[in-house]
């Protein structure tokens, strides 16, 4: 059987990815394609199709979704690799790299120079043998704020699940990593869901900090959190005592008695991460929340931020493979010698 690629607009890709979509995963969103596949503040994404030549139809799709990062500053392209789809009677090895292949070069033309994403255990394989190589993956962490879900489950006595709720509660109140960071300085909290000027200019101030990190715009964050058509997100800040200086904020969504962080970023010459996460936690244990969850791929330094804010690691729950194209300005070197981070938001 022989494959051929095309990269179609995308009001002629809108239809047979809708197909391929309803065929692997069950219902379509039209308001999801025109959000990440038109809307996005970085481009339109780019498609492309595994054609069946003998019949002409599309049996394969894959797209790259411009992510724009920074890498000590400068502006880097990236393209998100998602809506991985290939139709059931066509799913082995040879179309799967075929497609990926197709996507790979399509995205060059893009002036895309690096491609990345979280592959799961059946496209693995895959994505390693068309040249994808494996960084440091996303790690899950969690902070535990009240009890009472954990003590319910292992305790059926009454009275002795609100004793020990009581006496487990104050321990974690009185963790003193939770309170590390706070300090004496004068700051505001609020608590929104839009983002304004303010966030540029905080992003402004700490772009260059990082080896690769995903470039945290208000455009950008207004598109992938307050427009996004699948999830409610609220934005948690902290700000100067007259609110005109933005010093850290954190991205999060709820989810039954979980807060889930999804972006955060700090001025760690005015906030440490500590501090900013430490405000986040008594915020949502206020709110009657029972623990804060992030998942985050970065370098250790940041992952010993949370350790010291009191999150334990739980380990890789999501790999993540990058595919240097020519002229990228990054390297798996580049990661392991500085500080980076991505986090679910610089995801599909």
């Known amino acids: 059987m022989a494959y051929a690629f095309a990269y179609p607009s995308l009001s002629q890709a809108e239809s047979p990815i809708a197909s391929l979509w309803t065929g692997a995963f069950g219902e379509f969103s039209t308001a999801r394609f025109a959000w990440i596949y038109r809307d996005n503040p970085a481009g339109a994404s780019m498609v492309c199709f595994l054609v069946d030549t003998d019949t002409g139809q599309p049996v394969g799709s894959a797209a790259t979704f411009p992510r724009v990062l920074s890498t000590s500053g400068a502006s880097l392209l990236a393209g998100i690799a998602g809506d991985f789809m290939i139709a059931q009677n066509h799913r082995s090895a040879g179309p799967a790299m075929s497609l990926q292949r197709g996507l790979l070069a399509g995205s060059e033309q893009r002036s895309i120079r690096l491609v990345y994403g979280t592959p799961n255990s059946k496209s693995a394989p895959v994505v390693r043998r068309v040249g994808y190589q ?122 039954d008695t979980s807060a889930h962080i999804a972006d955060f970023a700090h001025d760690s010459e005015n906030l440490a991460l500590e501090g900013l996460l430490a405000r986040f936690s008594a915020f949502q244990r206020r709110a009657g929340v029972n623990y804060v969850r992030a998942t985050v791929a970065a370098s250790a330094d940041v992952l010993d931020q949370f350790g010291r804010a009191g999150f334990r690691n739980h380990g890789e729950v999501s790999a993540l493979a990058m595919f240097f194209l020519p002229g990228c300005p990054v390297s798996l070197e580049t990661l392991r010698s500085g500080s980076w981070y991505l986090v679910p938001g610089d995801n599909d």
């Open 134 to 255: 494996s960084a440091p993956g996303f790690m899950s962490l969690s902070l535990p704020l009240r009890a009472e879900v954990f003590v319910r489950k292992r305790i059926r006595h009454l009275w002795l699940q609100r004793t020990t709720i009581l006496a487990a509660n104050a321990m974690l109140r009185l963790d003193p990593r939770q309170w590390k960071g706070l300090g004496f300085r004068a700051r505001r909290t609020f608590d929104v869901d839009s983002f304004d000027t303010r966030f540029d200019e905080l992003w402004s101030r700490i772009g260059a900090r990082y080896s690769l990190v995903g470039e945290k715009r208000a455009e950008f964050l207004n598109w992938r959190y307050s427009a996004s058509p699948l999830t409610r997100y609220r934005v948690f800040g902290v700000a100067s005592r007259d609110e005109d200086r933005i010093d850290g904020y954190i991205v999060y969504r709820i989810d």
